[in-house]
């Protein structure tokens, strides 16, 4: 292979799988590399690659754990690529209450091996995931990149504000533009089984009950699969400059961090009442307390990267959980 690709981690998962897509049709070449873990079902993973390698586009996947720095280096040794985009992780807030170890080796081994990449090769840019669970218990609405970010309350938000000091030192010490984003419970077509909008409707279609947390006093700013990937696409092609002129997250480094989501607080309740109405039957609901490590709200200000990108998100959950439950029934052949 000898042209130059967008490397693209966690390539078979949710938002990597979609990333990859759009890329794919778009005519560019892409590395894939994922280690198909068994957090959730293997087999979505899979159905996921079958999907991209059904567009016929430049694609190569390979099997690889990204922690496992000498493992990475040779499976990626043959390949060259100008732009990264990481979005590999352990991810999950409740999963990280019985299984921290993962978190560490995927979340922070792992990064450290893919800046390590970035500095080796001379990367243009690479992209990373953060996420909304940084802001922890904030109570200033919304989430705002200047606000304080470092009480989280658990595991997994505190490897993802670490990643983002990790990265502050590689751009601060090596120069590599680096630009993190932290997505708001993003969802859509082939998502992640362990996530509200899969959980509520494969419950409600099978006629069972769904927990509700919190007594359903919760908020979450829900960003539709379409949305991150044009705005991720956008951050792609316009990398943080070495100017140092400060930027949104603080850095005067070649590192920026943007907010991603919806900009939209929506009330659980409502989440419930659209999928109950997208699946045509009433859910029934078993009140829950709220889970360690969980938060109330989340409520992203994308002012930042609305006006560095002109990220505009298009679609509420009126449209996107339809084309969701619509989709669960497509795959599960409903």
Same mark, same amino acid.
């Given at each position: 292979?000898?042209?130059?690709?967008?490397?693209?981690? #966690?390539?078979?998962?949710?938002?990597?799988?979609?990333?990859?897509?759009?890329?794919?049709? +778009?005519?560019?070449?892409?590395?894939?590399?994922?280690?198909?873990?068994?957090?959730?079902?293997?087999?979505?993973?899979?159905?996921?690659?079958?999907?991209?390698?059904?567009?016929?586009? +430049?694609?190569?996947?390979?099997?690889?754990?990204?922690?496992?720095?000498?493992?990475?280096?040779?499976?990626?040794?043959?390949?060259?690529?100008?732009?990264?985009?990481?979005?590999?992780?352990?991810?999950?807030?409740?999963?990280?209450?019985?299984?921290?170890?993962?978190?560490?080796?995927?979340?922070?081994?792992?990064?450290?091996?893919?800046?390590?990449?970035?500095?080796?090769? #001379?990367?243009?840019?690479?992209?990373?995931?953060?996420?909304?669970?940084?802001?922890?218990?904030?109570?200033?609405?919304?989430?705002?990149?200047?606000?304080?970010?470092?009480?989280?309350?658990?595991?997994?938000?505190?490897?993802?504000?670490? +990643?983002?000091?990790?990265?502050?030192?590689?751009?601060?010490?090596?120069?590599?533009?680096?630009?993190?984003?932290?997505?708001?419970?993003?969802?859509?077509p082939w998502g992640r089984p362990e996530m509200a909008p899969w959980l509520f409707t494969?419950?409600?279609?099978?006629?069972?009950?769904?927990?509700?947390?919190?007594?359903?006093?919760?908020?979450?700013?829900?960003?539709?699969? +379409?949305?991150?990937?044009?705005?991720?696409?956008?951050?792609?092609?316009?990398?943080?400059?070495?100017?140092?002129?400060?930027?949104?997250?603080?850095?005067?480094?070649?590192?920026?961090?943007?907010?991603?989501?919806?900009?939209?607080?929506?009330?659980?309740?409502?989440?419930?009442?659209?999928?109950?109405?997208?699946?045509?039957?009433?859910?029934?609901?078993?009140?829950?307390?709220?889970?360690?490590?969980?938060?109330?709200?989340?409520?992203?200000?994308?002012?930042?990267?609305?006006?560095?990108?002109?990220?505009?998100?298009?679609?509420?959950?009126?449209?996107?959980?339809?084309?969701?439950?619509?989709?669960?029934?497509?795959?599960?052949?409903?």
């Open positions: 292979m000898t042209k130059s690709s967008i490397l693209v981690t #966690g390539c078979a998962g949710f938002i990597g799988y979609h990333i990859c897509h759009r890329l794919l049709s +778009d005519g560019r070449a892409v590395v894939g590399i994922d280690n198909l873990n068994d957090y959730y079902d293997p087999q979505l993973k899979l159905d996921r690659l079958t999907q991209l390698e059904k567009l016929g586009g +430049d694609f190569t996947f390979l099997k690889c754990d990204f922690a496992d720095h000498e493992a990475l280096e040779t499976a990626l040794a043959p390949h060259k690529f100008d732009h990264i985009i990481h979005l590999g992780a352990q991810a999950g807030v409740r999963y990280s209450l019985e299984n921290p170890r993962a978190y560490i080796q995927a979340n922070l081994v792992g990064h450290l091996n893919i800046l390590e990449l970035a500095r080796h090769r #001379g990367t243009e840019h690479m992209v990373y995931a953060s996420s909304s669970s940084v802001y922890g218990q904030n109570a200033k609405i919304p989430f705002s990149v200047t606000d304080r970010v470092d009480q989280p309350v658990s595991l997994y938000a505190a490897t993802k504000k670490s +990643d983002e000091l990790i990265s502050e030192s590689y751009a601060h010490l090596y120069r590599i533009p680096l630009t993190g984003l932290r997505f708001f419970t993003v969802y859509g494969e419950a409600i279609l099978n006629n069972k009950p769904i927990k509700v947390f919190n007594h359903g006093k919760m908020r979450r700013d829900f960003t539709y699969i +379409d949305d991150i990937v044009g705005g991720l696409l956008a951050v792609l092609g316009n990398h943080p400059r070495d100017d140092g002129v400060i930027k949104p997250g603080g850095s005067q480094s070649p590192h920026a961090i943007y907010n991603i989501g919806n900009n939209q607080a929506e009330e659980l309740g409502r989440f419930i009442e659209i999928i109950e109405q997208s699946c045509g039957k009433i859910a029934e609901k078993v009140m829950m307390d709220m889970q360690a490590g969980d938060v109330p709200a989340t409520y992203a200000d994308i002012e930042d990267i609305s006006r560095d990108m002109g990220y505009q998100p298009r679609t509420s959950i009126d449209t996107g959980i339809p084309a969701f439950v619509n989709w669960y029934r497509s795959y599960k052949g409903l």
